[in-house]
């Protein structure tokens, strides 16, 4: 029996397209990276495992099928051609023979454009997933506290373009990367809980850190008294640019302790503040990566 082998490209930044075939979602991995010949998949989604060849697309299936046909079909056409005969003159009965036709057409695809491009932290492997949170198709590490800490870098980044923008533009780039920061670690605490404790929101960060003592988790466990009131006072911060203008109101004042004479002026937030803050998460980040991990 004859056999035919067929190549799976990969794209032009070098990822191979790759679909679960328990949730059958799309991601695609960069062969070479990660941990050397592992012959096992996990899904970056639901974390199922299973060997390589099963992770094929139903496009690169069918691109593959199409591939061998064509060949089959080609090799057919060249054979039955070589019993091409044209009729004999002068024959009271002659029988030609013409054979027409082309192969069967290649079912050619593309692989699609993801949303998030992660390189692992702990393999190394090189992957692309829809939306941002998900498992290391190699090792199976949750990419979530990657991911929060990458965003962290953004925000720093941003604030290092401040410093040579004009006052009004400096002043919104800060209060932008206040709110970016939280937004992330909220992204972040979110996801990080979702299994064992679905409903619990990062929005108030004091409510949480309660909830969380209840089953002996300490998110703040290395920070000071004075960093945690820190901390706190900068998500109601980012609670007055939210919702209230930036503009300090009573709430503010009673949650934060800032001077009553506040009251009515806009909130002060600065570079220093923002770094800080960050500092402070990145404590954060590591009890709830500690404490809670993802099955």
Request: with cysteine; charged share 25%; proline share 4%.
């Given at each position: 029996?004859?056999?035919?082998?067929?190549?799976?490209?990969?794209?032009?930044?070098?990822?191979?397209?790759?679909?679960?075939?328990?949730?059958?979602?799309?991601?695609?991995?960069?062969?070479?990276?990660?941990?050397?010949?592992?012959?096992?998949?996990?899904?970056?989604?639901?974390?199922?495992?299973?060997?390589?060849?099963?992770?094929?697309?139903?496009?690169?299936?069918?691109?593959?099928?199409?591939?061998?046909?064509?060949?089959?079909?080609?090799?057919?056409?060249?054979?039955?051609?070589?019993?091409?005969?044209?009729?004999?003159?002068?024959?009271?009965?002659?029988?030609?023979?013409?054979?027409?036709?082309?192969?069967?057409?290649?079912?050619?695809?593309?692989?699609?454009?993801?949303?998030?491009?992660?390189?692992?932290?702990?393999?190394?492997?090189?992957?692309?997933?829809?939306?941002?949170?998900?498992?290391?198709?190699?090792?199976?590490?949750?990419?979530?506290?990657?991911?929060?800490?990458?965003?962290?870098?953004?925000?720093?980044?941003?604030?290092?373009?401040?410093?040579?923008?004009?006052?009004?533009?400096?002043?919104?780039?800060?209060?932008?990367?206040?709110?970016?920061?939280?937004?992330?670690?909220?992204?972040?605490?979110?996801?990080?809980?979702?299994?064992?404790?679905?409903?619990?929101?990062?929005?108030?960060?004091?409510?949480?850190?309660?909830?969380?003592d209840k089953f002996g988790i300490d998110i703040v466990d290395g920070l000071s008294g004075s960093e945690w009131d820190f901390v706190v006072a900068q998500f109601q911060k980012?609670?007055?640019?939210?919702?209230?203008?930036?503009?300090?109101?009573?709430?503010?004042?009673?949650?934060?302790?800032?001077?009553?004479?506040?009251?009515?002026?806009?909130?002060?937030?600065?570079?220093?503040?923002?770094?800080?803050?960050?500092?402070?998460?990145?404590?954060?980040?590591?009890?709830?990566?500690?404490?809670?991990?993802?099955s």
């Amino acid at each position: 029996m004859k056999s035919y082998s067929v190549t799976i490209e990969k794209d032009e930044e070098g990822y191979l397209g790759r679909e679960c075939p328990e949730c059958e979602k799309y991601f695609k991995i960069k062969p070479g990276t990660g941990v050397p010949d592992f012959s096992d998949c996990y899904c970056p989604y639901c974390r199922h495992l299973g060997p390589q060849d099963h992770f094929w697309t139903k496009q690169q299936i069918e691109y593959a099928q199409s591939v061998a046909i064509n060949k089959v079909s080609g090799d057919l056409l060249d054979m039955m051609k070589k019993m091409e005969a044209k009729p004999k003159r002068n024959q009271f009965i002659s029988i030609g023979i013409s054979v027409k036709g082309k192969p069967t057409p290649i079912a050619y695809y593309s692989e699609l454009e993801l949303e998030e491009k992660i390189e692992c932290k702990n393999c190394a492997l090189q992957y692309a997933i829809y939306g941002a949170f998900g498992y290391c198709p190699d090792c199976a590490e949750h990419n979530s506290q990657q991911i929060v800490e990458g965003n962290f870098g953004l925000v720093l980044k941003i604030l290092d373009l401040a410093k040579s923008a004009s006052p009004e533009v400096n002043s919104k780039l800060i209060e932008n990367g206040l709110e970016d920061c939280i937004s992330a670690f909220d992204g972040f605490a979110r996801e990080r809980c979702s299994e064992e404790y679905p409903k619990l929101s990062f929005q108030n960060i004091v409510v949480a850190k309660e909830k969380l003592d209840k089953f002996g988790i300490d998110i703040v466990d290395g920070l000071s008294g004075s960093e945690w009131d820190f901390v706190v006072a900068q998500f109601q911060k980012r609670h007055l640019l939210a919702h209230k203008m930036g503009v300090v109101d009573e709430e503010y004042i009673k949650k934060t302790g800032c001077h009553p004479a506040q009251l009515g002026k806009k909130v002060l937030i600065t570079e220093v503040d923002v770094m800080s803050l960050i500092s402070h998460l990145k404590v954060i980040v590591a009890n709830l990566s500690k404490h809670i991990q993802r099955s």
